[in-house]
């Protein structure tokens, strides 16, 4: 079975532009958390989505979005860009069903903002 | 708040020796834990996890420890070696906010 895929792997974006960033959940998978990994972070909850709805989102800006799809694939945006945005952008799918427990992740999304 | 908490940031090991990361969580209706692996430049990768109606998982040169009385639990990793080198995260669920809680990691350095 397929892993969780992140699609760009890098990215390099100017302050003030807007980025979206693609993860496919593992197959089955209806459950997509986002995190944000900055240098010697640990990881900060951004949101998460089980059959296209918004269950949970974290403390960040309106600035951050996200929605899912039909097929469980989910995006997220960040728009107006700050340096301080830069950071490791991690995707993770669980397994079916309602509670949120063993989460598999990605590899995740390296966004540089100059 | 509920929170999950690694005791150290880092710790150094030397190649062949026992490595042991430490835990703790401050909600006592905490009933599943995960311990997540990091190494430099990728996704967290699972490790091993344990159900609070257990106080001991053994896997693969891995050992988790439960102790629920203190709110405690440890990973343990026998035979330390190089490829073990990376940031070791505990978690656990917050089901009702449909979240994993982290703690900040632990780095694992290994001493030739």
């Known amino acids: 079975k397929a892993g969780v895929t992140q699609t760009p792997r890098y990215l390099i974006k100017t302050r003030g532009q807007q980025v979206t960033l693609s993860c496919s959940p593992i197959?089955?998978?209806?459950?997509v958390s986002w995190y944000q990994q900055t240098p010697g972070q640990g990881l900060q909850f951004l949101f998460e989505?089980?059959?296209?709805?918004?269950?949970n989102k974290g403390n960040f800006p309106g600035r951050f979005s996200g929605r899912q799809f039909s097929n469980s694939r989910s995006e997220m945006n960040v728009s107006t860009l700050e340096l301080g945005d830069s950071a490791l952008y991690l995707c993770?799918?669980?397994?079916?069903?309602?509670?949120?427990?063993?989460?598999?992740f990605g590899p995740g999304t390296r966004l540089t903002v100059l | 708040g509920e929170s999950v908490g690694l005791h150290l940031p880092t710790l150094s090991v030397q190649e062949g020796d026992n490595s042991i990361i430490n835990c703790a969580y401050s909600?006592?209706?905490?009933?599943?834990f995960i311990w997540y692996k990091q190494e430099s430049g990728k996704g967290p990768q699972f490790i091993i996890d344990?159900?609070?109606n257990m106080d001991k998982r053994q896997g693969q040169r891995v050992t988790v420890l439960l102790n629920k009385t203190v709110k405690h639990l440890s990973l343990q990793i026998a035979a330390t070696q190089p490829g073990d080198s990376a940031v070791y995260f505990c978690?656990?669920?917050?089901?009702?906010?449909?979240?994993?809680?982290w703690g900040a990691g632990t780095k694992l350095i290994i001493k030739p």
């Open positions: 993770a799918s669980s397994s079916p069903g309602q509670n949120t427990d063993t989460q598999y």
């Open positions: 344990i159900r609070s």
């Open positions: 978690a656990s669920p917050d089901r009702g906010n449909y979240q994993l809680i």
């Open positions: 197959s089955g998978h209806r459950s």
């Open positions: 989505y089980f059959s296209e709805t918004q269950r």
């Open positions: 909600n006592s209706a905490s009933d599943y």
